[in-house]
């Protein structure tokens, strides 16, 4: 059978979307080709839309549309606390919450000699000039409990160390309706290293 070249580039391309195989990527792509004309347009104008429109908060890095994000430009938040996460996907599960009334930062990845990721490649030096500009009391640590996560968070904490900035790890344990018995040494050690009074 004849090979469909747009349909392999439209294939390569949905292939380059995080998760996505190839049998997935050549689902969509045919897919595509099901959809009508007036679908495909507002399929490629809402990417580009996208695109085009949404950038990084020049204060924190979360995702916005606005000149300065909603939170860094809420009057109600604490400036003086922040929850410092590797990506700006990573502030929704606070946000859903609707308790914490600080603001956030994001690095933009973690330390990972593996990949190759340096300090200069973190937004780390904007944290430590949001810190000292806006008083900050606070910095909580929030990136992921994996080697680069921990990594990063030390490095972080370790550069606080001199400075009057209260410096706090997230705890991280057992799941709500999680079993003992299936969970492993390190799960079992961070939750016994966050246990708390009742």
Known sequence: MEKLKSVEKLTDAFSKLPGVGHKSAEKMAYSVLDMSDEDVELFSSALKDAKRKVHKCPECGILTEN???????????????????????????????ATYDGVY??????????????????????LLERIKRDNVKEVI??????????????????????????????????????????????????????????
């Open 67 to 97: 000149d300065i994000c909603e939170i860094c430009s809420d009057k109600g938040r604490h400036k003086d606390r922040i929850i410092v996460v590797s990506y700006p996907k990573d502030v929704l599960g606070f946000e859903k919450l």
């Open 105 to 126: 930062h994001v690095l933009g990845g973690t330390l990972s000699a593996v990949n190759g990721v340096g300090v200069d490649d973190l937004a780390i030096v904007s």
């Open 141 to 198: 640590l929030a990136t992921n409990p994996t080697i680069d996560g921990e990594t990063t968070a030390l490095y972080i904490a370790k550069l606080l160390e001199s400075t009057d900035v209260e410096v706090s790890r997230l705890a991280y344990g057992l799941p709500m309706g999680g079993h003992l018995e299936y969970a492993d040494s390190l799960t079992l050690s961070k939750a016994l290293e966050g246990r708390k009074k009742i």
